[in-house]
């Protein structure tokens, strides 16, 4: 008799515990989904904006939607209903991409099937969120173009901080007559670290794309084995932006046309100006001052995008290396360019196309570059002796010299 009174109580305790532990699985989920996104927007490249939320113990959902900060291009909807368990939450939805100030959908006039279907997990002791995103293949056919996509897979991970994305993306082919291009398969990995409110992060893509192809009549070019890797760092003091490239192998009359690794650096934006611009970006886009046009959108950022330089710049061209066996050429080049920030304020954005104003930001500019091995028919055409096989490219408030020549006309 003692035992079965024990049952309803221990039974009572169950459901406290379990209804507690709901509670706190939903707070969590709810807190890490705010924390999240407003991190995301606070890089300043995107709006985000969650609508029609519900939270519950059980069950939430709502609608999140994402935009460029300025600009009506493109909007990303993904609906979500998320069901709550003690250790991890479910989520599931739809994407739907749209264009245009008027929010069409993408192909939506030329499609019947139904979005992208989405699907992840939030586990709640580690914060670890997984999910992917399964893309169908498309056929899109007027007259005589016609874009086939062969569908894609993109899986996501990680938490507050510092998130994952790796994308499989099967062919594209578009084709018009007699001129197609075809672009895949293809393999995007991606990183991205930061601290709160995104104040310091770190960006890291790789891009491998296994084939690219144009054909037209009279020309057809063939790569295999692109690569394009990226790096963004911003942190207390600048904003560096690595690229590297790989060429592969460029075929044509089936013969090795180009081959080619690039390797640039661009450093010394300055840290603050870039928070300052960005930040000054969100309340424009919240204020809507931003639909007086790009003349008036630049003299607003105008201030803010000119103090980015007030640490001069540089920009490393670490290694260019190009080689052409069909022609035979090649190029190795490598050095650095320079861009004179002092007085930063006394520079305008403004006028560009005018060559008085050009030619203020062009006397900023000084540098060196060295051509080693250079082909006899560019010393031909630079008039140097036919023997030079070093090329000095000297850059001095923008007038450029070439082993201590003036650099003549390219073009007679």
Known sequence: MRKERLIVPLLFVLLLAWLAGQAV???LFEREMVRTLADLEARGEIDIKRVEVEQGWLASSGRIHLAPLLGQTWQLELSYRARHGILS?????????RHGPDGVPLFGDSLVSSPPQWEASYHTLNGIFEGR???SPLRITQQERELTFEGGRLRFSGEQGNWRLRAQL??????DGAVRLEIGPATLNSQYAYTEDAHSFTQEDRLQ???LSWHQP??????????????????DQELRMQLDLD????HTAEQVLLTGQLEAELSRLNADAIRDTMLRLRELAASGRHEGGRDALLAELEPHLLATLQDSPRLDLKRLELDSPMLGLAARVDGSLFFDGRRWETLSLAGLEEPVVRERWRQRLDGDFTWHELPTVVALWLGLPLDTRTLEIDIGRGQVRVNSRPLPPLWR
């Open 89 to 97: 939450t479910h989520l599931d939805g739809e994407a739907k991409l």
């Open 247 to 250: 060429l592969g192998e460029i």
């Open 170 to 175: 099967e062919s594209w082919t578009l084709s």
């Open 218 to 235: 009279q020309l057809e070019l063939d790569t295999t084995a692109l690569r394009l890797a990226n790096r963004i760092s911003l942190d």
């Open 25 to 27: 699985s939903s707070w």
């Open 133 to 135: 995103i399964e893309l």
């Open 209 to 211: 794309i296994e084939s």
